[in-house]
C-alpha cells in the first residue's frame, strides 16, 4: 500500500505555512475528479471529510513556483454501490427488495461523524437520533455537498457557517435547511464571485438543485483562472524555487 505524506487537513488548514492559489485549485480539482471517477464507477463514497483523504507533493511545479500536490481519496467503509447490478453482485449478505427499491437513491440512518460535511438531509437532529431516516437520499449528490465544505475550508482556510461547532446541531441545522441562510453565509463570509458560485452549486438544501460531479468538473475546468487568481494568497507560501 503506498504510502502518503498528509492527510488533507494536515496539508491545506496548517496557518503557520499557508498554500497557494494553485495549490488550492489543484487540490479541489483532485478531490472533484476522485469523486466523479468514484460516481462513474457505481458507488458513493458517503464519509468525505478532510483526514479521508490524502496528500503527496509531486515533483511537478506549478505557475506561480509552488510545489504540486496530488489529492487521493481514501477509506471506503461507507461507500455504497449505486447500480442494481452491482449491488446484486457485490453485496455480502442478504439483498433485499429495500435495498433495491430506491436506488440509485439509499435508505440510511442519519450520519453522525464529520457533520460539518453533511446536509440537511443526513444530519441527526440530535446526538441520540439513530432512526432510519423516512426518506431515501441521494448518495451521490451528498458526496457533493460535502465536497463543497471542503472546497470552502481549502480556498479559504476558514470553517464554514461563521465557525459553528459540529457538535451544535441545532444552529447547524437552522442554517442548512434554509436556502436563504445558506446564501446569506456564503455571501457574507466568502469573496470573490467564481468562489461563492462554486459553492452554490453543491451547498444547497434541497439535493436535487446541487450539481453532479461531473458538472461540477466541467465547470471547474473552464474556470480555472479566475478561482486561482481569487485564491491566491499573500505572504508565506509553500513555493520551491528550485527542485533538488
Known amino acids: 500500500m503506498?504510502?502518503?505524506?498528509y492527510t488533507l487537513k494536515e496539508y491545506a488548514f496548517n496557518t503557520r505555512s499557508p498554500i497557494t492559489g494553485e495549490q488550492k485549485y489543484r487540490l479541489i480539482h483532485d478531490m472533484i475528479k476522485g469523486i466523479k471517477a468514484l460516481h462513474d464507477a457505481g458507488f458513493a463514497h458517503r464519509d468525505l471529510s478532510e483526514v479521508n483523504m490524502m496528500v503527496n507533493n509531486t515533483t511537478e511545479m506549478l505557475p506561480d513556483g509552488s510545489i504540486k500536490p496530488e489529492l487521493v481519496v481514501i477509506d471506503f467503509g461507507k461507500a455504497e454501490f449505486i447500480n442494481r447490478d452491482d449491488v446484486l453482485a457485490w453485496s455480502v449478505g442478504e439483498v433485499t427488495n429495500d435495498k433495491l427499491e430506491y436506488l440509485p437513491w439509499i435508505k440510511t440512518v442519519p450520519d453522525h461523524g464529520y457533520k460539518l460535511y453533511?446536509?440537511?438531509a443526513t444530519l441527526p437532529r440530535t446526538k441520540n437520533d439513530h432512526a432510519i431516516l423516512q426518506y431515501p437520499i441521494d448518495p451521490c449528490s451528498e458526496d457533493v455537498y460535502a465536497v463543497g465544505v471542503l472546497a470552502w475550508r481549502i480556498f479559504s482556510g476558514q470553517a464554514p457557517w461563521g465557525g459553528i461547532l459540529d457538535t451544535d446541531l441545532k444552529n447547524l441545522r437552522e442554517i442548512v435547511t434554509d436556502p436563504i441562510k445558506i446564501k446569506f453565509h456564503i455571501e457574507k463570509n466568502v469573496n470573490g464571485a467564481k468562489s461563492r458560485e462554486l459553492?452554490?452549486?453543491?451547498?444547497t438544501a434541497p439535493s436535487q438543485e446541487r450539481s453532479t460531479a461531473r458538472e461540477l468538473l466541467d465547470w471547474l475546468i473552464i474556470s480555472k483562472d479566475e478561482l486561482i487568481s481569487e485564491w491566491a494568497t499573500s505572504g508565506r507560501t509553500r513555493i520551491k524555487k528550485q527542485l533538488l
Do not use: F, M, T, V
Not at 459553492?199 to 451547498?203: E, M, N, P, V
Open 199 to 203: 459553492l452554490l452549486k453543491c451547498i
Open 118 to 120: 453533511r446536509s440537511a
Open 2 to 5: 503506498e504510502r502518503y505524506s
